[in-house]
């Protein structure tokens, strides 16, 4: 899987998740872009993330995500 | 949405139910109307954010459309102890107490000696125990309080459920605590978190990082599992359960065709893996036929060869144990609907089981809100059929115990009524006896019951809790009967309420209803004619009788025009109000049931 792959995979997570089809995400995509991405919705967010791409967060990990861009390096390292 | 709506049924996708939680809110919004409101108070002490959203949708689905209340992080017993404004506005009908081992602030370490430990079990109990006396006092609410589920270590191995140190063990006696608690409480009800995360695999339940980073007391998968726990209580309490079962014989109820093969030579008993299997599975249904489900069969055979196949010796279920057996070569769609005619239900509180998925097809798309869970193997059939939780128990009255005699009652009452060309001879040949009385303790729980229940005969279709039934019946300003009714067949229990509200001296009738099971018995007369008896003791001279239609309640849309009321006013939606003069003399208008 490529680094476009996994911004589109990551896309329509998002769009699952915050119920909306507008949202598209690019590598400095933060919860402040985003209404609906509270500290309540994140972990559904994270749970959706590892299910789309059959992989697992660790604690550490998903505490040092700052945007959608290390998000999707996590990811791609974690597929490699 | 037909794959989103099967997961309330029972939750196999908690990933598909989180992520599209709020499309299914709006769809079950517009495509389940919600007959029934309440006030459900979150108090928890973990996070309860999507156990709410969640909990939401399964109880929409089942016709309740809740509001929420969910205390800051962690913060329940100062909501409850502390006189919360807030909570108090909010006025719940349930108050669910989440709390999990992760609240329990006194566990037992290995230097204690065996007093401090009973110290601590009686000092965390008691935590508890105020609390739930203090929501009874300030809400008269209904509770539901988990219990505690094991934790994810054991700090002494094998031996820490054993010994009074280990915190296994301090878990197993706090629970016993509480089970003993809720033996001797009405209103209050044990959420088994201990056996849902055990069914979900504990080590998989106790997802350590959604607690440290969210405060979830499990993972996040789990989330609608827990959920679905709590909403089979609510929908329980409120009258939401199935009634019973519609089944098929040949390869459901044992094994091969009768027709067939023979009874002889059905797999029934212990012979083989398979008639083990349909025996524990008979057994299954009969031990849920004594909890007051009541069990019926829709079969294509001939009758004469259906009742051969019960009556095989390891048959445990007997002719005896159904009430209507339908075994013909109709359509089991029409059997279903004649067999939910013949005991008064509606076709939605039945439930259809048949080895055959295109029997289950035809009853599902033929037969209105029928309800089919898919069943696969007969080694298969008791799991696939537990974990809806149909029946779940909330309150088991006597009346429960004894359904499915008055059930088998009605029917020999059927036949006799088939020998009587006049029926007043034949409501003459009942014998029947009424006791209409106050409201008394003992059947509180009954009444309750039944408001939550009844559908078809129901004036007001207005619902009550056990506690707010019990208010009422101390109050000055309400006059409350119950109707019990007994005939030569046998009891059938409490069958009719009423509730009117006194304002000056006018009598508003808030609350009629009557069982289906004692229609046309002249029981809402004897009702009248005693309602009317109490009102003039205290100088009441007119009465006010409300009629709200329902989809359900459409026979009772003359009741007060039979009764002898005037109609004074009627909007556009059909509600309308009925007005009686009590007269100086009254005749009493039933005249075949003996009235205490």
Redesign the interface.
């Known amino acids: 899987m490529n680094k476009e792959e996994v911004y589109s995979d990551l896309n329509e997570v998002f769009k ?2 915050f ?1 909306d089809e507008t949202i598209t995400v690019n590598e400095n995509t933060t919860a402040d872009d985003i209404e609906m991405w509270d ?2 919705e ?3 967010l994270i ?2 993330v590892e ?1 789309k791409f059959a992989i697992k967060f ?2 550490k990990e ?2 040092e995500l700052h945007n959608v861009g290390e998000m999707a390096d996590l990811i791609l390292s974690k597929l490699a | 949405m037909d794959d989103y709506i099967k997961q309330l049924e029972y939750p196999t996708d908690a ?1 598909l139910i ?3 939680k ?2 299914i809110k709006k769809f079950l919004t517009e495509n389940y109307p919600a007959k029934i409101k309440k006030n459900i108070a979150v108090l928890g002490g973990s996070t309860t ?2 156990i709410v959203k969640v909990l939401e949708l399964f109880l929409l689905y089942n016709g309740i459309q809740a509001e929420f209340y969910e205390c800051e992080y962690n913060q329940y017993y100062e909501d409850i102890m502390y006189n919360n404004e807030a909570l108090k506005a909010f006025k719940p009908d349930i108050i669910w107490l989440h709390t999990t081992y992760r609240n329990i602030e006194n566990l037992p370490e290995i230097t204690d000696s065996k007093e401090t430990v009973n110290e601590k079990l009686e000092a965390e109990y008691n935590k508890y125990f105020s609390m739930w006396q203090k929501c009874f006092e300030d809400y008269k609410c209904t509770i539901i309080q988990n219990n505690f589920e094991q934790p994810f270590f054991r700090i002494m191995g094998n031996k820490d459920i054993s010994d009074y140190h280990g915190i296994m063990n301090f878990i197993s006696r706090l629970n016993m605590k509480f089970y003993d608690f809720a033996q001797n409480s009405a209103n209050f009800y044990i959420n088994d978190i201990n056996y849902t995360a055990s069914s979900y695999g504990l080590k998989e339940w106790h997802d ?3 607690w ?3 405060k ?1 007391c499990c993972k ?2 789990a989330v609608p599992y827990l959920a679905f726990s709590v909403s089979r209580i609510i929908k329980s309490i409120y009258g939401k359960n199935k009634k019973g079962f519609v089944l098929d014989l040949d390869n459901t109820l044992w094994g091969g065709i009768v027709g067939d093969d023979g009874v002889e030579n059905l797999e029934l008993g212990t012979e083989t893996a398979a008639a083990q299997a349909y025996t524990e599975f008979q057994s299954y249904l009969k031990k849920l036929s004594s909890l007051g489900v009541i069990l019926n069969i829709n079969s294509k055979n001939d009758e004469k060869n259906a009742i051969a196949g019960l009556n095989h010796p390891d048959s445990l279920l007997k002719p005896d144990d159904f009430i209507s057996i339908k075994a013909n070569w109709n359509p089991k769609s029409q059997n279903m609907e004649e067999i939910a005619q013949e005991l008064s239900l509606g076709t939605d509180s039945l439930v259809f089981v048949d080895d055959n998925p295109a029997e289950r097809e035809i009853v599902r798309t033929q037969v209105k809100n029928a309800c089919v869970p898919d069943i696969s193997q007969v080694e298969q059939y008791i799991k696939e059929i537990d974990k809806y939780g149909y029946f779940e128990i909330t309150a088991l009255s006597k009346d429960d115990l004894a359904k499915n005699d008055m059930y088998k009652a009605n029917m020999e009452r059927v036949k006799l009524k088939q020998t009587f060309s006049n029926y007043n001879d034949y409501l003459l040949s009942l014998d029947m006896k009424a006791v209409i009385k106050p409201f008394e303790a003992i059947y509180m729980q009954r009444i309750a019951q039944l408001t939550n229940k009844s559908n078809q005969f129901n004036l007001t279709t207005k619902r009550y809790s056990q506690s707010e039934i019990e208010q009422i019946a101390q109050d000055k300003n309400y006059i409350t009967l119950y109707g019990k009714l007994t005939d030569k067949f046998g009891d059938n229990g409490v069958v009719s309420v009423v509730i009117g509200k006194i304002i000056n001296d006018e009598l508003h009738i808030e609350l009629w209803l009557m069982s289906c099971r004692v229609l046309k018995r002249d029981m809402e007369f004897a009702m009248m004619d005693e309602l009317i008896l109490q009102a003039k003791k205290l100088h009441i001279s007119k009465i006010f009788g409300y009629y709200y239609p329902t989809a359900k309640n459409a026979m009772v849309k003359d009741f007060y025009e039979i009764q002898g009321y005037t109609k004074i006013k009627e909007d556009d939606i059909g509600n309308s109000t009925w007005e009686y003069k009590i007269p100086q003399i009254y005749e009493n208008k039933n005249k075949v049931i003996n009235v205490n």
């Open positions: 699952d998740v119920d500290s309540f994140h972990i559904n749970s959706a299910k660790n604690m998903i505490v | 990933n989180l992520t599209k709020n499309k954010h999507d350590l990082s959604a440290y980073l969210y979830y996040m998968g």
